[in-house]
């Protein structure tokens, strides 16, 4: 054979071994995976479908949820795929305007064409099963459950908690690389948008494939591309709720605006944190109320304002504790050493009244503080100093923010000589500017959150201990609980100097303007203060911690233009501290308003170990999906 006949018998197998190996897989496609093939062959797209997590919970301090998740049903429409002549249909089974959605798709579109766009959340379970029963009508239109917020608490902690809104376009531009899409919710407000990372989890996705009519045939590849979603991180608070009901229902009864903090003083968690007036989350849970979120924006009380961390107010005499601390630790004054109070200070031709005149004789400086003498403060902030009032002042955490963990926290400078210079120019401003800031008026302000952690580390004798509402979190992907470190700082002032102003604020509740906050068997620590309002009423502040000897909570509570702080805002300190050290059951007969209380509250000294030993709690709302969504277009009902 020669070398042509050899090379065509050569090509010639080779033509032969392929067309067999082609025949072979023809057959194989033919006659074993024909179904398959068929749905592919039917089908003309490819439908990527992301997959919402569910986001993390939030716990408080004793294992109780007071945030988890429900289903909430939702509509949308790939824009590619919707035909415009089914817009009427589609609007009438939503009971929407065609116009408004015919603008939710076109948004879309300009977006991503091929990419499901929102035009319904929160959809009423009978117009779901409507939609549900035409949809071989409305080819590109899907149905999904996803989720929403459920708050499984009778406390309204709308400041602290917060809620989600639609991610705005302007946040969009710059969190479209972490994976959100324009109708994905975000974190707008509280917790929520503080921890929006982790408490949103991770998006699944699945790929599935649609025919002509935009009916699921059947899952990309046997769903191996698909990827499952990540929950959210669960929170774990500092939080008490059955505190945080107390401090909301005693503000509430107080008929007037105001704000109540209770903090840890060995930790600086917070125990409470409430705002009167505050506002209910469910208007704003899912698909907003338009009605009702009205009248919360045009409410002049404004329940969306967070006094508890964004009002400033004077501080009135409770800042008379840092001017004395101030004075024993620069020897400036003797805590023994005695002033003559006749009810008039004068500097210069200005004269200065201790309440109204009234003379309080001689006195020093515990009895000053007990019983609230501006005179001996008068004259103590010139022999401190302006330079040394400014320099504690800042050492306590005034004139700046506390770092809480929660967005929008606001603080009043701190008067300085440099303040001063520049406000009123260098020599334009007199003495008599020291004498209002003495008592805690003037241009000084403080909001209740900062003289919470000022009393908790009177209280724990010199730490102070950065608040915050969070502990850590523990990871869905993995389970591991994440401790959060939050700052700490032993402030050079002396045990001996806290002792003794410990020692006053308790005489002060024992038998000085303080005495509506006194518990039986318990020593309570406190001190009043009126705050000056140019436009009404004064404001009401007492600040307290207890017991005296091994504090385990600080309390400051302030009461919009009701007067004096020991008649209004000293009981409600007291009811807070008895509960919490008590328990419910005493509280409730001091309280009538208490009775609502039905959360079981453990000991106040919560440890980790129980923290943790709660983390395995599981939401049993997360894994109930109704039955009319496991039919629907054949697709997974995994949003949950």
């Given amino acids: 054979m020669d070398k042509i006949q050899q090379r065509t018998l050569n090509v010639s197998l080779i033509v032969i071994a392929v067309f067999a190996a082609l025949f072979a897989r023809l057959v194989y496609l033919q006659v074993f995976e024909y179904k398959e093939l068929g749905s592919i062959s039917d089908a003309n797209s490819l439908r990527r479908i992301w997959v919402q997590p569910p986001r993390g919970r939030m716990i408080d301090r004793n294992g109780d949820i007071i945030v988890t998740n429900q289903p909430l049903y939702t509509i949308k429409v790939i824009p590619s795929e919707f035909s415009d002549e089914r817009k009427e249909l589609m609007a009438l089974l939503l ?66 908690l917060g809620y989600l809104n639609l991610i705005s376009k302007k946040q969009l531009e710059t969190m479209a ?58 929170l774990y608070l500092t939080l008490d709720t059955g505190l945080q009901e107390l401090a909301e229902t005693l503000l509430k009864k107080t008929e007037k605006s105001g704000a109540v903090v209770a903090i840890d003083p060995n930790s600086g968690g917070i125990l409470a944190m409430a705002s009167e007036p505050d506002y209910d989350l469910e208007i704003l849970n899912g698909r907003t109320d338009s009605k009702e979120w009205g009248k919360i924006v045009r409410d002049p009380r404004k329940p969306l304002f967070n006094r508890a961390i964004q009002a400033t107010y004077p501080p009135g005499s409770i800042y008379k504790l840092l001017l004395a601390i101030a004075g024993l630790e620069t020897k400036a004054i003797s805590p023994d050493k005695r002033i003559f109070c006749s009810g008039v200070f004068r500097l210069g031709r200005g004269r200065f009244l201790c309440h109204g005149g009234q003379g309080h004789g001689s006195v020093d400086m515990k009895k000053a503080i007990i019983e609230s003498c501006n005179t001996y403060f008068y004259n103590l902030i010139f022999d401190v100093g302006f330079e040394k009032w400014s320099e504690y002042g800042r050492m306590f955490g005034f004139g700046k923010t506390t770092g ?18 520049k406000r009123y120019g260098k020599g334009k401003w007199t003495k008599g500017y020291l004498v209002s800031l003495s008592i ?68 002060v509740v024992e038998k000085g303007t303080g005495r509506l906050a006194a518990i039986d068997g318990i020593r309570v620590a406190g001190k009043t203060g009126t705050a000056q309002n140019p436009h009404g009423k004064d404001h009401a502040w007492f600040v307290a911690f207890a017991p005296v000897e091994k504090p385990v909570i600080a309390v400051a509570v302030l009461v919009e233009n009701a007067g004096y702080g020991g008649s209004i805002s000293a009981p409600i300190a007291r009811d807070i501290i008895d509960l919490y050290i008590n328990g419910p059951d005493t509280t409730a007969t001091a309280v009538d308003s208490t009775a609502a209380i039905t959360s079981d509250r453990a000991t106040p000294a919560a440890t980790p170990a129980r923290i943790i030993a709660t983390q395995n709690v599981q939401d049993s709302a997360l894994t109930a999906i109704p039955d009319s969504l496991k039919k629907l277009n054949n697709n997974e009902t995994n949003a949950f």
Avoid: C
């Fill in 95 to 160: 009971n929407i305007n065609p116009d408004e959605l015919e603008s939710r798709i076109q948004k879309g579109y300009r977006y991503n064409r091929f990419a499901p766009v929102v035009v319904g959340r929160d959809i009423a379970q009978e117009d779901m099963m409507r939609l549900n029963e035409n949809l071989w009508q409305l080819p590109g239109v899907l149905i999904e459950v996803e989720n929403k917020r459920k708050y499984s608490s009778p406390v309204n902690a709308s400041h602290i």
């Fill in 177 to 234: 690389d972490k994976g959100y899409t324009p109708d994905d919710k975000t974190g707008s407000k509280g917790l929520e948008k503080f921890y929006e990372e982790p408490l949103r989890g991770s998006k699944g996705v699945r790929y599935e494939l649609v025919n002509s009519v935009g009916r699921v045939v059947g899952k990309f590849e046997n769903g191996q591309k698909d990827e499952p979603f990540i929950n959210g991180n669960d």
């Fill in 404 to 421: 809480l963990d929660l967005p929008g926290e606001r603080s009043a400078p701190l008067p300085s000589p440099e303040y001063y210079d």
């Fill in 440 to 507: 805690g008026q003037g241009e000084l302000g403080t909001t209740p959150l900062q003289l919470a952690a000022f009393t908790a580390t009177i209280a724990n004798r010199g730490t102070y201990y950065q608040p915050h509402l969070v502990k850590g979190y523990r990871e869905a992907k993995n389970d591991n609980y994440v401790q959060l470190d939050f700052s700490e700082e032993k402030l050079p002032v002396s045990e001996e100097t806290f002792e003794f102003i410990a020692e006053s604020m308790a005489g």
